[in-house]
């Protein structure tokens, strides 16, 4: 009988770690501050639709082809564990995740609701707002890009080196720090128990992300979960923009 917490996840060796916790902070905080220098060196106005959309494509990216060149040996060593597990196997466990993951988001949507403290979650606008311009790109990025370069980061570097040891502080640092880095741009624009609210609204599906990857005792199971629960999101945010639109 497979356990229902393994120990034994597929995590990075010592230097991806270490390097990717540093690039964790460049992700965070350096490539953020750094892009709209950038932006202006190119004579590209960000404040514009156009130029927004223009940086988010230089900043998915850069941070893809970053995250891919220092864990491409994690990545291919992580696809070993699915050898050992039939891929019938590998989805069902991505699919109790969607379902743990889509439980706790409805149910956290159904208590605010009831509550009379819906929160306007200024990171689901933005998103929303380029897919709708741009829906091919928005796809490819979030769907491809951003699943494997946050499951990288939050899972590969914060979760899965724990998890031998001490398999909750993994999922703490990875459900916190996941949890911030979706309302990091909103600080200061939105007070403080509204940023607690849209915190909030990230934890099920972190936990569930945490779970499958320590399930699967591979990066590639959080990162398909993250696919899909990306994919999920944004045919309803297309499909909700064209009923608005008339279509």
Same mark, same amino acid.
């Given at each position: ?13 010592? +230097? ?34 156009? +130029? ?77 707002? /380029? %897919? ?5 790109? /928005? ?16 899972? +590969? ?32 624009? =939105? ?9 909030? =609204? ?36 297309? %499909? ?8």
């Amino acid at each position: 009988m497979k356990p229902l917490f393994p120990r034994d996840v597929a995590a990075p060796k010592k +230097g991806a770690v270490i390097g990717g916790a540093v690039y964790l902070l460049i992700y965070l905080f350096g490539l953020p501050q750094a892009l709209p220098y950038l932006m202006r060196l190119l004579s590209v106005d960000i404040t514009t639709s156009g +130029g927004s959309y223009l940086a988010n494509v230089v900043y998915f990216s850069v941070n893809f082809i970053g995250v891919a060149l220092l864990f491409r040996p994690y990545l291919l060593a992580s696809l070993a564990p699915l050898h050992e597990r039939r891929l019938g196997w590998f989805f069902l466990t991505v699919a109790i995740g969607y379902g743990i993951g889509t439980i706790g988001s409805n149910s956290l949507t159904i208590l605010y609701e009831l509550l009379d403290i819906t929160p306007d979650n200024l990171n689901n606008d933005a998103v929303n707002a /380029m %897919l709708l311009r741009h829906p091919g790109s /928005m796809l490819l990025f979030t769907v491809v890009l951003a699943p494997i370069t946050e499951e990288c980061l939050f899972r +590969g570097v914060l979760f899965a080196p724990f998890c031998r040891k001490c398999p909750w502080v993994g999922y703490v640092l990875s459900v916190v720090l996941f949890s911030c880095v979706h309302v990091l741009n909103s600080i200061g624009y =939105q007070a403080p128990f509204e940023l607690a609210l849209c915190f909030l =609204q990230y934890v099920p599906l972190s936990l569930a992300l945490c779970w499958v990857c320590q399930k699967t005792k591979s990066i590639w199971g959080s990162i398909t979960l993250h696919a899909f629960i990306n994919a999920g999101t944004c045919l309803l945010m297309l %499909l909700d923009g064209q009923l608005s639109s008339g279509f």
